[in-house]
């Protein structure tokens, strides 16, 4: 055989067997782009739904309301009321603490004439003249006035006045809105004189309306 003619052979295979190497190489790059770009995708959608959740999450909270009486509720506080307690005979009865002005000892007091049975008469405090009032005979309870007794003098609406009670003076607390309005058992004069009840560690104690212990009896 012609040498010519093998070498051409020869550079023709070899020509051949490079060309279709580099098909090879060209056909094998597009593939990694095309997987990589699966991927960076799913990436994507793997970072989207999280936001789209918290979006969704974040609306909800924002639509939440408050009615008015859970607002006030969380607001208003609940006040507290402090009474001064005593014993008349064997009734517990009590008067705010900020309606008193002060505790004396009973002392001389001047009878009036005729004046009601319960006003016991008056005393001067300071140079002033005090109205005393025997709250036992005011409520309608039997009970013996003796010189243990001490005179509470109070802020009434229009002037000082004291009223003579018994032994254990106590200082209670409650919530205002556990004083109850007076048992509807009691006739009108005892409600006109009871404020509101309250039961404070098993102790049913009637709170005085200050005011009307020396209106007059209808």
């Known amino acids: 055989m012609d040498i010519s003619k093998i070498r051409k052979m020869l550079k023709d295979t070899k020509a051949e067997n490079g060309g279709e ?22 990436e994507a959608v793997e970072i989207k739904v999280p ?5 969704t999450e ?9 009615s008015a009486e859970e607002e006030n509720a969380v607001t208003a506080p609940v006040k507290e009321l402090e009474l001064l307690a005593f014993n008349v005979a064997s009734e517990e009865y009590a008067v705010k603490l900020s309606d008193m002005q002060e505790i004396i000892r009973s002392q001389t ?35 013996e006035s003796g010189l243990l007794q001490k005179i509470i003098v109070l802020s009434a609406s229009k002037a ?22 007076p048992p509807s058992t ?8 009871i404020e509101g009840v309250v ?6 104690i009637s709170v005085l309306n200050i005011n009307n212990l020396l209106k007059a009896e209808r």
């Open 21 to 42: 190497g580099k098909a090879e190489i060209l056909e094998d790059k597009p593939a990694p782009a095309v997987e990589d770009e699966g991927r960076v995708k799913k």
């Open 51 to 55: 936001e789209i959740v918290e979006k």
């Open 58 to 66: 974040i609306g909800k909270i924002d639509t939440i309301t408050v």
């Open 109 to 143: 007091i001047t009878p009036i004439p005729r004046s009601p049975e319960y006003l016991k008469g008056v005393t001067f405090l300071r140079g002033q003249i005090l109205p005393v009032i025997d709250l036992g005979k005011r409520l309608g309870i039997e009970w």
């Open 160 to 181: 000082p006045l004291g009223i003579l009670i018994g032994s254990g003076i106590d200082v209670l607390r409650c919530r205002e809105n556990e004083v109850l309005p």
């Open 186 to 193: 009691l006739d009108e004069i005892e409600i006109g004189l």
């Open 199 to 204: 039961n404070i560690k098993n102790r049913f």
